[in-house]
């Protein structure tokens, strides 16, 4: 009898049951401790010295920039008298450093405040929202510590990115002086979900990103950031960055170690690695370009798929339809073939579910919320919204596994640009 979807992924390590939930759980909240207070943990828990009652002004335009794990995006925005967001010029255009070129950190600065340079006029406050790990220091400023997501940039670890573009910003002719903040594209979609909400229905929140890459920011008790003296000043809660795609605690398989050894950045990024859609096509694809290798299909399986540029749209066809009318369908020999590689998709697509919700479990546990709290996930991300299995199994996770808090997902249109108005327009 041929192996099964489920005995071939066993055997590498890749099955969903070979990493306990419980066991996940608790070693997401053991680093969230450990990075609060300073010692060695695979998350960073970052302050974004953002008090989570805080309001934003009205009526004040603010220059926002997004930059993201694909796209840039630059535009004003403002509050209304009524407290609506309103967004009053935007467009985009590809992240630098993503189209295969390799620029160094000042090139990446320069690309962007030129981009941005027509929307600055009158501002005077901006925000970037920067989907990369950043230090946010108490100023608002933010240090990169490094780049993700297969960006080419050279030299950018360390650079204070929001002076950065304030000088190249004055250099190109911008007028007068802006009072910048960064956040992460985590932090901002939690913001935009509290700006486009009705609070009075939830008692947290939690920013949560899965598309090219995964983060998740949530609130945490300023007293708990001991790491950090500036945010156990600002008293109340504060928003913290988790990157939470950095997670490294986890069961790699065959296939993981060989995509992380084959990336920019081995050993780091190791859960983005494993469940974003930047990632989780090359997965499913090396994973059964090893079951071709071993013959658990065909040579001739095996070279089409190795021929085969498979793209997360192409994913989300086969996950509706693995017997249908779709490429990667096309690509396997048989309805044998296919039966099995949607098995294989389907299993890893559920370890994917398990390691975020395992996330989101661990945060909630940590708010230690009374019975029957309810918890807006501020959600973004191409793989949340698209992916036809992705989400409803993340959610049969978490009603099973986190009973004492219910999440509800909401997908705010613009949220990680609409957190950066929020951000920028608060503070002194």
Request: aromatic share 6%.
């Amino acid at each position: 009898m041929r192996e099964t979807a489920e005995a071939f992924l066993r055997r590498h390590e890749m099955h969903f049951a070979q990493m306990p939930f419980d066991e996940l759980v608790r070693r997401y909240r053991e680093d969230m401790d450990d990075a609060l207070a300073g010692r060695p943990s695979t998350v960073y828990m970052l302050p974004s010295y953002i008090r989570a009652d805080e309001e934003p002004r009205r009526g004040e335009s603010v220059l926002v920039i997004d930059a993201g794990g694909t796209n840039l995006w630059a535009g004003r925005a403002h509050f209304d008298q009524d407290g609506r967001p309103v967004v009053d010029e935007l467009r985009k255009r590809k992240m630098p450093g993503t189209g295969g070129e390799k620029l160094d950190a000042d090139a990446m600065v320069d690309e962007i405040a030129a981009f941005a340079l027509e929307f600055a006029r009158d501002c005077r406050r901006a925000c970037i929202g920067f989907s990369y790990p950043c230090e946010v220091l108490p100023d608002g400023d933010g240090r990169i510590l490094r780049l993700g997501k297969e960006v080419q940039v050279r030299g950018a670890e360390g650079l204070l990115l929001c002076s950065a573009l304030e000088r190249a910003l004055r250099r190109m002719g911008a007028p007068g002086e802006r009072k910048w903040r960064l956040i992460n594209d985590a932090v901002g979609s939690l913001l935009g979900g509290m700006a486009g909400a009705d609070r009075s229905r939830y008692d947290d929140y939690i920013g949560f990103i899965l598309g090219t890459g995964t983060n998740t920011c949530c609130r945490v008790r300023s007293a708990e950031i001991t790491k950090s003296p500036s945010a156990v000043a600002l008293g109340g809660e504060t928003i913290v960055n988790v990157e939470s795609g950095c997670f490294g605690r986890l069961l790699l398989g065959t296939v993981d170690r060989e995509l992380d050894a084959a990336s920019i950045m081995p050993g780091d990024h190791l859960a983005e690695k494993m469940i974003s859609g930047g990632y989780y096509r090359q997965v499913l694809q090396h994973t059964l370009l090893l079951a071709a290798r071993e013959g658990r299909l065909s040579p001739e399986s095996g070279e089409r798929l190795e021929a085969m540029r498979l793209t997360s749209p192409l994913v989300d066809a086969f996950c509706l339809d693995p017997q249908g009318d779709n490429p990667l369908a096309a690509a396997l020999a048989d309805r044998e073939e296919r039966a099995f590689a949607a098995g294989v998709n389907t299993l890893l697509l559920e370890r994917a579910a398990r390691v975020s919700a395992a996330c989101l479990t661990a945060i909630a546990k940590r708010r230690a919320l009374p019975a029957g709290s309810r918890i807006c996930v501020c959600a973004d991300g191409t793989m949340l919204r698209l992916n036809p299995v992705l989400l409803p199994r993340m959610k049969d996770i978490l009603r099973r596994e986190c009973p004492e808090a219910e999440m509800e997902f909401r997908f705010i249109e613009d949220a990680t640009l609409l957190g950066c108005v929020w951000a920028g327009l608060t503070g002194e």
